[in-house]
């Protein structure tokens, strides 16, 4: 058997290391390179303050611009992303310095990085009248690239909302006039209020009702340098104050009623709904260029209603209107 001090006196076995050794065959630079999928939990902070920990579905790259090289250093990557983005606060600026630790460890490798962090939103929101307020989720993505030396960070969110289509509304207005024609007659001098009040509640009174249905606003933003958190709820709240007709959670009678008369009181088409995101989002200081598409999946149609916008500067967003999964 072998003494302690023998095992001691070997020389100690270098473990292989397969990326260090030429490569041998096609050669060529790659966009980009890293992993995909990660789970890994972050932390926000509520409208309130409150640290709140979610679970992140991460993407991690870095470009590869030496031809020679057989890859990148992936647990290089992942160590960033635990040490910084999984310690500190969700902010551009942890996003900034978890890119560029990317291409810090990639000197000679790599000299531009993309993250992207994806993770459901839960905001109690208040209900319209009652005193109730209940959970809703809203699908966020966070991204940051790097690229020449420019940093550009993201926030894309969706929200869903009611849209009450404008030209059903008129067609069925103009059913419930031939209704009230037909039951009071041409002559309405010597109708009663009071019964044609009384037929208004009734099923034939309100002889057809306009089509609505759920609809989401798909909204991406590019923030300004200076902005030094994620305005998730306030981005959130913008949507929902321009259309007016936000889903609702917690739901009581005077709830409804009111869901409905905004409804009403806001009927719009997809050009429409785009309109008025694009004239709030126009609005946003912290916001430097846009890109939202709004869905209307109606109720009338097996297909969908879809509008388009871009805030249109130069070098920005570009008017494409599939949704944005990846870096372009």
Same mark, same amino acid.
């Given at each position: 058997?072998?003494?302690?001090?023998?095992? %001691?006196?070997?020389?100690?076995?270098?473990? &292989?290391?397969?990326?260090?050794?030429?490569?041998?065959?096609?050669?060529?630079?790659?966009?980009?390179? =890293?992993?995909?999928?990660?789970?890994?939990?972050?932390?926000?902070? /509520? +409208?309130?303050?409150?640290?709140?920990? #979610?679970?992140?579905? *991460? @993407?991690?790259?870095?470009?590869?611009?030496?031809?020679?090289?057989?890859?990148?250093?992936?647990?290089?990557?992942?160590?960033?992303?635990?040490?910084?983005? =999984?310690?500190?606060?969700?902010? &551009?600026?942890?996003?900034?310095? #978890?890119?560029?630790?990317?291409?810090? #460890?990639?000197?000679?490798?790599?000299?531009?990085?993309?993250?992207?962090?994806?993770?459901?939103?839960?905001?109690?929101?208040?209900?319209?009248?009652?005193?109730?307020?209940?959970?809703?989720?809203?699908?966020?993505? *966070?991204?940051?690239?790097?690229?020449?030396? %420019?940093?550009? #960070?993201?926030?894309? *969110?969706?929200?869903?909302?009611? $849209?009450?289509? &404008?030209?059903?509304?008129?067609?069925?207005? %103009?059913?419930? @006039?031939?209704?009230?024609?037909?039951?009071?007659?041409?002559?309405?001098?010597?109708?009663?209020?009071?019964?044609?009040?009384?037929?208004? =509640?009734?099923?034939?009174?309100?002889?057809?009702? &306009?089509? /609505? %249905?759920? /609809?989401?606003?798909?909204?991406?933003?590019?923030?300004?340098?200076?902005?030094?958190?994620?305005?998730?709820? /306030?981005?959130?709240?913008?949507?929902?104050?321009?259309?007016?007709?936000?889903? @609702?959670?917690? !739901?009581?009678?005077?709830?409804? @009623?009111?869901?409905?008369?905004?409804?009403?009181?806001?009927?719009?088409?997809?050009?429409?709904?785009?309109?008025?995101?694009?004239?709030?989002?126009?609005?946003?200081?912290? *916001?430097?260029?846009?890109?939202?598409?709004?869905?209307?999946?109606?109720?009338?149609?097996?297909?969908?209603? !879809? $509008?388009? !916008?871009?805030?249109? !500067?130069?070098?920005?967003?570009?008017?494409?209107?599939?949704?944005?999964?990846? +870096?372009?």
């Amino acid at each position: 058997m072998m003494s302690t001090n023998a095992c %001691q006196e070997l020389p100690c076995a270098v473990m &292989p290391d397969v990326a260090k050794q030429p490569l041998a065959g096609a050669k060529g630079t790659l966009d980009w390179v =890293g992993m995909s999928q990660i789970e890994l939990p972050v932390f926000l902070r /509520s +409208p309130n303050g409150e640290r709140v920990q #979610t679970l992140a579905r *991460v @993407q991690a790259y870095v470009n590869l611009t030496d031809a020679n090289s057989k890859g990148i250093h992936m647990s290089r990557l992942y160590v960033a992303l635990d040490t910084i983005l =999984g310690m500190n606060d969700l902010t &551009p600026e942890v996003l900034r310095q #978890t890119i560029t630790q990317f291409v810090d #460890t990639h000197v000679g490798l790599s000299d531009a990085a993309y993250l992207e962090c994806r993770f459901d939103y839960f905001e109690r929101r208040n209900s319209l009248l009652s005193d109730n307020s209940g959970w809703k989720n809203y699908p966020v993505k *966070v991204a940051a690239t790097l690229r020449n030396g %420019q940093i550009d #960070t993201e926030v894309s *969110v969706e929200v869903p909302y009611s $849209s009450t289509c &404008p030209c059903s509304a008129a067609l069925a207005r %103009q059913l419930i @006039q031939e209704g009230f024609r037909e039951t009071f007659g041409q002559d309405t001098t010597a109708v009663d209020a009071n019964s044609v009040y009384d037929w208004l =509640g009734t099923a034939n009174g309100i002889s057809a009702t &306009p089509h /609505s %249905q759920r /609809s989401i606003a798909q909204v991406r933003v590019k923030l300004a340098e200076k902005v030094r958190t994620l305005p998730i709820t /306030s981005l959130i709240d913008r949507v929902e104050d321009a259309l007016k007709t936000p889903v @609702q959670a917690t !739901v009581k009678r005077e709830d409804e @009623q009111e869901f409905a008369r905004l409804n009403a009181a806001n009927l719009m088409f997809c050009e429409d709904a785009a309109r008025r995101l694009k004239a709030a989002l126009n609005d946003d200081i912290s *916001v430097r260029d846009f890109w939202l598409r709004v869905n209307h999946m109606e109720s009338l149609h097996a297909h969908d209603a !879809v $509008s388009v !916008v871009v805030k249109g !500067v130069e070098g920005g967003y570009r008017d494409d209107p599939r949704e944005y999964v990846h +870096p372009t």
